[in-house]
């Protein structure tokens, strides 16, 4: 199975070491094209896979994954839709970008599968929701949810809840980063240093992750089960709800929804 990437940033690059690592396909069975000069030097010298113009990854690859930024979405497909066989799969990372919008692009018959990773997968615990056209099987959107699989998590959505899966798992890094820091800064505001604080506040939230998925439980019986009555997390609790926590990560997420569909 060959596997073609057009473009080769940050999440390409977690992507493919995830593949390589994970014994899915040689390195001579994965091509990538970049537009810089230092990220092709990046395929090249610390990839070690074939590098390609952006028409020959198309026609090289049984997998083609088109992982450049949304706004240079059209301008690729217009470069690289003669060299897309009707048997290739194509997969896209893009927000916004629907279905109906890439089949119109790439012309009718095409095989495509629409994604949204997320940068976690840089350590091999990525979030990937998945949906496809019509020209998809069933053993063709598990091959692609297999390769995937070995950077992270997979999980087939319908196609109108991708933009939900943007906001609560593409962009959510960003807001429990911005949670880790705040949490950090708490510790460092009363006397921790700032190394320690970041230690204690990460595997907090890594911890209480693993419980979430592990036990089962409802986040809200995990938190009342830290809050005991008049105790100190009853407190913080207090105050997070009077400062508005909860609507604030709502709210976010709604104009992430908003702003992916309008892409």
Not at 65 to 74: D, G, N, R, S
Not at 153 to 181: Q, R
């Amino acid at each position: 199975m060959k596997i073609g990437f057009i473009g080769c940033g940050n999440m390409a690059s977690a992507m493919i070491r995830g593949i390589l690592e994970s014994g899915a396909a040689a390195r001579t069975e994965v091509m990538a094209s970049a537009k810089s000069p230092e990220t092709r030097k990046k395929i090249t010298d610390d990839l070690n896979i074939m590098p390609g113009s952006n028409t020959e990854v198309a026609e090289f690859a049984d997998i083609l994954f088109l992982a450049v930024k949304p706004q240079y979405y059209e301008e690729v497909i217009t470069e690289i839709k003669d060299a897309v066989g009707t048997q290739e799969i194509i997969v896209t990372i893009a927000p916004g970008k629907t279905l109906a919008w890439l089949g119109e692009k790439f012309g009718g018959g095409r095989k495509i599968v629409r994604t949204m990773p997320n940068t976690p997968a840089m350590v091999k615990e990525g979030m990937m929701g998945l949906c496809r056209n019509e020209f998809v099987t069933d053993e063709e959107l598990e091959k692609v949810c297999e390769l995937c699989g070995n950077f992270g998590k997979t999980e087939c959505v319908p196609e109108h809840l991708m933009d939900v899966v943007t906001s609560v798992s593409g962009s959510s890094p960003a807001y429990v980063f911005m949670l880790i820091e705040a949490m950090a800064d708490g510790a460092v505001a009363d006397g921790m240093p700032r190394t320690q604080a970041y230690k204690f506040a990460a595997q907090a939230v890594l911890g209480s992750a693993r419980m979430v998925l592990e036990t089962g439980m409802h986040p809200g019986a995990l938190k009342d089960m830290v809050c005991s009555p008049g105790g100190t997390t009853m407190e913080a609790v207090r105050v997070l709800e009077e400062k508005g926590l909860r609507s604030a990560i709502i709210e976010a997420e709604k104009a992430c929804v908003r702003k992916s569909r309008g892409m």
